[in-house]
């Protein structure tokens, strides 16, 4: 079964860094491409971060400049390196991904991991 497992959220002060990571494991053929987007409270779902096969990155401008996506596809791995942390970056985030399997090609959403920055 295809699943992705995030890791690394938590607690940290403004102005400090975290970094998450998703690890997609299953029978995986293929990553078409992986990404992570967050919810607040209250709010909708939206995007952060997204990184191609070959590398290419896309970044929300909210987070421009202080987050970095990356990625070992050997590894069926993602990471969101998060710099320079704002309050206003609290919310659980999850990673997606759209995966070829044996079967199908269909997007999975990870479980989320909570980032909360107070001070």
């Known amino acids: 079964q295809v699943q992705l497992v995030e890791s690394g959220g938590g607690l940290v002060l403004p102005g400090g860094s975290l970094r998450l990571s998703c690890a997609a494991s299953?029978?995986?053929?293929?990553?078409?491409?992986m990404a992570w987007y967050r919810q607040a409270p209250g709010k909708q779902r939206e995007y952060v971060a997204a990184?191609?096969?070959?590398?290419?990155?896309n970044y929300a401008d909210s987070v421009k400049g202080r987050f970095a996506i990356s990625t070992d596809n050997a590894k069926n791995t993602v990471w969101l390196q998060m710099n320079s942390l704002k309050p206003e970056d609290t919310a659980v985030y999850y990673c997606?991904?759209?995966?070829?399997?044996?079967?199908?090609?269909?997007?999975?959403w990870g479980q989320g991991t909570q980032v909360t920055v107070s001070s």
């Open positions: 997606n991904a759209v995966l070829v399997t044996s079967t199908s090609t269909s997007t999975y």
């Open positions: 990184i191609s096969p070959a590398g290419t990155t």
């Open positions: 299953g029978s995986i053929f293929n990553i078409d491409h």
